[in-house]
């Protein structure tokens, strides 16, 4: 997860944002633009106040009372907004600037148009939008605002028809201040956004190492874990191997019934598959044969998780299928054939009555071997997706919410990628799609 300092403060609304603790960059936008919105209208509303005392000059007090009304309504809609688990989009961002333009312009309409100084607040909006959207929405927003500022100065210099020096000049103040506001906008459409992008990817890029730095220390710890954990497996495991051994050697009248026999010895056999796994799980852990990675056919790749996915979980409804015709040899690295019986279990677990697994060659453009997990449950929960890869991240009680993480980090490993969705229909899908190269 990226971090992002807090930025204290009016300006803080205008650093570029990256990504919040548990919340997404959508989200943390849009709370900057409900607070800015807040606080220029109460500004503008203490300035009013003191704007009725100190001039003679009478405004539409229930025209701007009712604005003021409408804003707090929107803002009360958008805090709303930010309670709905549903993503934020750079559009949407969009809309909100547009709306407080509405407000303006009605404001504007009624209060002095281009000789109100509140106009300038356009260019207040356009460097929030150049933090906050791409630069198509940041051209389309600067070419609008300079188009009312063009608007309100033409109404004004209509309206001001006399000739005399105090009009002139006021009329040349008001080209000046319109000269003024284009400029700026372009200044900050050209340098503000390219500058607001720049900051991104290098917070982006020191976030990315960052995180890298502590996936490897996570993966070397959890590594260690998994070795401390085998080596202290194999002691008891070996000790039930050689007692099994022995009962195994009785007759059945001895053992008084000859169901029992077969009992052990199918109890043997999955001790040593317990014993097997363990010293796979040792080997890797060390290395061993790290120059040669052995590929084995599909059929066999695909028997052997099936093989194992049916005796950990006899009772559970799994349909294993192989889109291909032809059998290739594909890789078979264990932390990615745990990754995939990871993935598996997840959707056993998950599922209300069946899972379906699918391995598939595509073809196209980008050549890729693709395991597709589907399964027929509830679906993923929107604050595990919204974490989903993070280590210690899990919507059961009874799971340490690591075989995601762990995962990913072996499928990325290999030049893979892992991509979940919930599906329409209901259930999830997980995707996992191995380069070609792990293929031959």
Not at 1 to 7: G, I
Not at 55 to 80: D, H
Not at 139 to 160: C, M, P, R, T
Not at 380 to 400: A, H, L, Q, Y
């Amino acid at each position: 997860m990226l971090h992002t300092k807090s930025n204290s403060g009016i300006l803080g609304l205008l650093v570029p944002l990256y990504s919040g603790e548990g919340r997404s960059v959508g989200r943390l936008a849009l709370q900057r633009l409900l607070l800015l919105r807040i606080i220029v209208t109460v500004m503008s509303s203490i300035g009013l106040i003191v704007f009725q005392l100190l001039s003679p000059i009478e405004v539409p007090i229930l025209l701007i009372l009712s604005l003021i009304a409408c804003i707090l309504l929107s803002v009360v809609l958008g805090f709303w907004r930010l309670r709905a688990s549903w993503a934020i989009t750079n559009t949407e961002l969009f809309s909100h600037l547009l709306l407080d333009v509405l407000f303006l312009i009605i404001l504007l309409f009624y209060t002095g148009g281009a000789g109100n100084p509140l106009i300038s607040y356009l260019l207040v909006l356009l460097a929030v939008g150049a933090t906050l959207l791409t630069q198509f929405y940041v051209n389309v927003f600067a070419l609008g605002s300079i188009a009312i500022y063009s608007f309100f100065i033409l109404l004004e210099l209509q309206s001001d028809s006399g000739a005399s020096e105090d009009v002139v000049g006021f009329q040349l103040h008001l080209v000046g201040m319109w000269v003024i506001f284009v400029v700026s906008a372009i200044l900050i459409t050209l340098f503000v956004t390219n500058m607001a992008k720049a900051i991104r990817e290098r917070e982006s890029n020191l976030a990315k190492a960052r995180e890298t730095e502590m996936l490897n220390e996570q993966l070397v710890a959890i590594g260690t874990l998994a070795a401390g954990t085998a080596h202290a497996l194999g002691t008891p495991l070996s000790t039930m191997a050689v007692l099994l051994t022995e009962l195994n050697k009785q007759s059945p009248e001895e053992l008084k019934n000859s169901e029992i026999k077969a009992d052990i010895s199918l109890l043997k056999e999955q001790v040593g598959r317990c014993k097997n796994s363990l010293n796979q799980l040792i080997r890797y852990y060390h290395k061993e044969n790290e120059d040669r990675e052995e590929k084995v056919q599909l059929t066999t790749y695909v028997n052997d998780i099936k093989d194992y996915i049916i005796n950990i979980h006899p009772s559970a409804s799994v349909e294993f299928m192989v889109d291909s015709n032809a059998n290739p040899n594909i890789s078979s690295n264990l932390s990615v054939k745990h990754a995939i019986i990871n993935i598996i279990e997840n959707g056993i677990k998950a599922s209300t009555n069946h899972v379906d697994v699918l391995f598939k060659w595509v073809e196209g453009e980008q050549k890729h071997f693709e395991i597709a997990v589907n399964d027929d449950g509830p679906g993923i929960p929107t604050e595990v997706m919204e974490n989903m890869g993070e280590p210690f991240k899990s919507s059961r009680k009874d799971s340490m919410g690591l075989g995601i993480f762990l995962a990913n980090a072996a499928i990325q490993k290999l030049g893979g990628t892992i991509e979940m969705f919930n599906l329409k229909m209901g259930g999830a899908l997980t995707l996992i799609k191995l380069p070609a190269s792990t293929v031959s």
